[in-house]
């Protein structure tokens, strides 16, 4: 072999590998570079911008806030107003009067009890104009004023005077004395308007133009009679009343009644 065809020496200071063993092992850095690529950017926070530190990741903390100063702001509202309506109660029950006296006056009462039941309204409303009552002596009387059937009181009598007119024997003793109870029941605040509408409604009907919304329908017919008597019956049995005849109380007496009642010192 000539000095031509024999390899170069290597350069001082090389090493070659040994032909014994594979590529040398490289060792992994300390610490790699986090990857700032886009991709990788976009990745981590979902909108391409890279959360700081400390900057919240959620609107939770602003809606619980938000939804507890809309509460403190509701309560502090309700309560002003409730406030206001009950100083104003005196103003309110005058002007509740001042519709409510043209339908005692349109009632089908009878002319005294009807005279009387006016005069006990224009005094407590002429009571209320001159500041004589405080806004809880208002609101107590008028509280028992709207739950008395004041114009029903006549459409009963109605009802009473067909039965005796039309019935006989005990289905007329039957029908006065159901009624009678229901009468009863109401006297002593057992019943309300709404049981006695409940009681009238198979013999009246829808009249828009009416003041009570509604009329006693003439001439009246024995089967829807028959139905207020058993309706009027069973208010009697929800009063725990006995199964007799009552006297019937006037509808003024008891206005009184209420009246005293409402401004007598609790």
Known sequence: ???????????????????????????????????????????????????EEGEPTSCLPAIVAATLLMGILAFVTCGVTTWILFQNRPAIAIRTLDGYVPVVQQSRLAPEEKAEVIEQLEDVRQRL??????????????????RLPIPQWGELAVVESYIMAKWEGSQRDAGLKELSRLRRAVQIDLATVVDVNHVLDPVTT???????????????ADAEVLDVVERAGLIGDRADLDDRLFEIASIDDILRQRITDALSPQ
Not at 129 to 145: I, K
């Open 1 to 51: 072999m000539t000095t031509e065809d024999q390899p170069a020496p290597d350069p001082p200071g090389t090493s070659q590998p040994s032909p014994s063993h594979g590529p040398p092992e490289q060792t992994p850095p300390e610490h790699e570079p986090p990857d700032q690529s886009p991709t990788a950017r976009q990745t981590s926070t979902g909108n391409g911008n890279v959360p």
């Open 206 to 220: 829808e009249d828009l133009a009416s003041p009570l919304g509604r009329t006693l329908d003439e001439p009246l």
């Open 129 to 146: 104009e001159a500041g004589a009552l405080t806004p809880t002596e208002a609101s107590a009387v008028m509280e028992r004023l709207v």
